[in-house]
């Protein structure tokens, strides 16, 4: 390691890495009002504890790997197994005293917890399920199950929950606790249900076992697996680097891995969102400006990657890599005392007499002008289903540009409330999203604000539209992206959210759906295979959609009509129809769309992707303008490389 403070290079040896890192700090601290640069040189970081940097460590600081090395922050132990016959297959090693751990690294590659039913990777949902997971029969064969888990996604598919086992009853019977991950409890599904962490099922090659009072490790090797030579290692903390009250700090050019699971922590509700939250991760800000971490990887982490906390400003993730993430990607969560009349259960409902009326957030205690830019994020929600790899909830004007993002179990851009809008996605390409959840989309949001529900005023009769915007203060921006999802919306406004401008984007399966809300402009898009879904629009609702391109008739549920402020200049695309026609089948859906039309779009090559227009289109004549369909996505080529290479 290095530290450069201005023209000046003061060299560090590798062999005494963190004492060294302190030491760049201090000096650090000394040449406050100054550029500096600590440099490290390349290896393997490991961290007993987190590295917690305070308002002392602010400036103009930068900690950026050496040029040309690989540089690792890590949570985990390296152990050295003596490896002796336990029975079958099964091997067996004592471990050191403390070495408590939930997840197994051999070599780089992560191992299963001994789990029924075994890991399949082909099954689209926890890699394998049973509804027997818990049942008398199979738990009866289990002499002490204690620190084992249950998973269970929620029985419509929302999300997921999780127990830790507690023991056996005089009678047998499991004792569990838990079921708190998700805020529209509703206890379990029947099938989809999994057990990890008893010994007893310690029966497929890749498992392991931990017994903790024993501190003993169990082990089915893989065939071929030189187990006798690799490097084991587990978590030990669930946190690597705090930045709490800092302000100035850029770190690049790192890897962040190995973190310890957070899903039993995961339990403060998001307002009236389906969520419930834990405020840790990987990297944790808190209370500060200006710091960023660009060309970085995260991988390998059992809970959050990223968690911006509260209040903090111009917080930036540039050109990073996060990948095999237990939870969320990046989340950007303000604080519930900000909101004005706050509700956290969905069924939760307050009268407009008595709520607080006063526009925007009641305090600044949320994140704002933050950017997530150019980042690869895929796999993530590996353990926690109610994840997202981006996820916004209490912030204001946060921008996520040319990210590229897919292979997650729900959405792939979540906004769990109004509070308090400005935010910008564009330009981002989403897809293999929605893989084990439902109901949902690609993008994903709610607008379950103050105005939500009300019980003295009737929204559905027009009752005051304008309480939308006391909450979503600002606009919210969905431009020129590419979206795609499996089980699902491409685009999914969900009950009230509300004051949304959607413009350029390419919907590729799933189609785009406004719920409930105001405000909403809809403009411009391409929906291919499917089309416009309005569902339980509120009377003068002010929605827009115009413009746009639909490969089906609209999808409604429950809008009264005419639909909105305006619907119309829209083209259901219809092959081989060269002689525009009326679109007689959206007006009479609508009561709406006098103008709109029936023909073939005359896309330039649907087989590469490529769904602008040719000249002569009719969707010309309606208005409709072609936008750029090579441009979504990370821009930087050594990511764009990277996309679905593993």
């Given amino acids: 390691m290095s530290v450069r403070v201005g023209a000046t290079l003061i060299r560090g040896r590798r062999n005494s890495r963190l004492r060294r890192w302190m030491g760049a700090r201090l000096a650090a601290r000394q040449h406050r009002g100054s550029k500096v640069i600590v440099e490290f040189a390349g290896g393997i970081y490991r961290l007993a504890r987190p590295v917690v940097f305070s308002s002392d460590d602010s400036g103009n600081v930068t900690y950026r790997a050496a040029k040309g090395t690989q540089v690792v922050f890590t949570g985990s132990a390296e152990i050295h197994p003596r490896w002796r016959p336990y029975q079958w297959h099964i091997l067996q090693t004592s471990v050191p005293e403390g070495f408590e751990t939930d997840q197994l690294f051999f070599d780089g590659n992560q191992q299963t917890l001994a789990r029924y039913p075994n890991e399949d990777l082909s099954v689209r949902i926890f890699h394998g399920y049973a509804k027997d997971a818990i049942s008398p029969e199979r738990a009866g064969k289990w002499k002490d199950p204690t620190g084992g888990f249950l998973h269970a996604m929620h029985p419509t598919m929302w999300g997921d929950v999780h127990y830790r086992i507690l023991g056996k009853d005089a009678k047998g019977a499991l004792k569990m606790e838990g079921g708190w ?5 509703a206890g379990m599904h029947s099938e989809y249900r999994f057990v990890e962490g008893i010994f007893e099922e310690l029966d497929a090659p890749g498992e392991w076992f931990l017994n903790r009072g024993e501190h003993l490790l169990f082990y089915y090797p893989r065939p071929g697996t030189d187990y006798e030579h690799g490097t084991f290692e587990g978590p030990q903390i669930e946190t690597l680097l705090e930045f709490y009250g800092v302000k100035g700090i850029k770190m690049s050019g790192f890897t962040f891995q190995h973190t310890l699971r957070t899903f039993m922590k995961n339990r403060e509700p998001l307002l009236r969102s389906d ?35 509260g209040k903090n400003r111009a917080i930036a993730l540039r ?16 604080d519930p005392k900000a909101v004005r009349s706050p509700l956290f259960e969905y069924s939760e409902r307050q009268s407009f007499v008595s709520m607080d009326k006063s526009p925007g957030p009641k305090t600044d205690d949320y994140p704002m002008e933050c950017l997530v830019e150019d980042c690869l994020i895929r796999r993530t929600g590996l ?31 979540n906004i ?22 439902g109901d949902h989309g690609s993008f994903n949001s709610w607008g379950r604000d103050r105005y939500w529900g009300l019980t003295d005023v009737d929204m559905n009769k027009g009752e005051h539209p304008e309480l939308a915007s006391l909450d979503t203060i600002e606009p919210i921006v969905i431009r020129n992206n590419r979206w795609r999802c499996e089980h699902g919306w491409d685009i999914d406004l969900d009950d009230g959210s509300s004051r949304y401008v959607i413009q350029n984007n390419l919907c590729l399966n799933g189609g785009l759906k406004n719920r409930e809300g105001f405000g909403r402009t809809v403009e411009n898009n391409v929906i291919v295979n499917n089309s416009f879904h309005p569902h339980v629009w509120f009377t003068n609702s002010g929605d827009v959609f115009r413009r746009n391109i639909v490969f089906t008739p609209y999808q409604p549920i429950g809008v009264k009509q005419p639909w909105g402020q305006e619907v119309d200049f829209n083209l259901l695309n219809t092959p081989n129809q060269s002689t525009p026609q009326a679109a007689t089948v959206l007006a009479k859906a609508s009561g709406r769309d006098q103008h709109s039309l029936a023909a073939d779009a005359l896309f330039v090559d649907p087989s590469k992707g490529n769904y602008q227009v040719r000249p002569g289109s009719p969707a010309f004549k309606l208005g409709f303008q072609n936008f750029a369909m090579n441009q979504f996505g990370v821009r930087p080529q050594k990511l764009r490389a990277m996309v679905h290479v593993e």
Wanted: aromatic letters at 8%; charged letters at 20%; glycine letters at 12%.
């Fill in 181 to 185: 991950q998700n805020n529209r409890r």
């Fill in 275 to 309: 969520w419930t939250i834990y405020r840790g991760a990987a990297i944790h800000f808190k209370n500060s400006e200006r710091c960023e971490i660009a060309d970085s990887s995260f991988r390998d982490l059992g809970g959050n990657a990223v968690f911006v906390d």
């Fill in 319 to 334: 050109r990073c890599i996060i990948q095999n993430v237990g939870a969320n990607g990046v989340a950007f969560v303000g």
């Fill in 383 to 413: 353990v926690e289903k109610q994840s997202a790899p981006i996820e916004i909830a209490m912030s204001r004007r946060i921008a996520i540009r040319h990210c590229t993002i897919y292979h997650v179990p729900r959405a792939g851009i």
């Fill in 416 to 437: 769990g409330d109004g509070c308090w809008g400005g935010h910008l996605i564009e330009g981002c390409d989403v897809f293999d999203t929605v893989l084990e959840t």
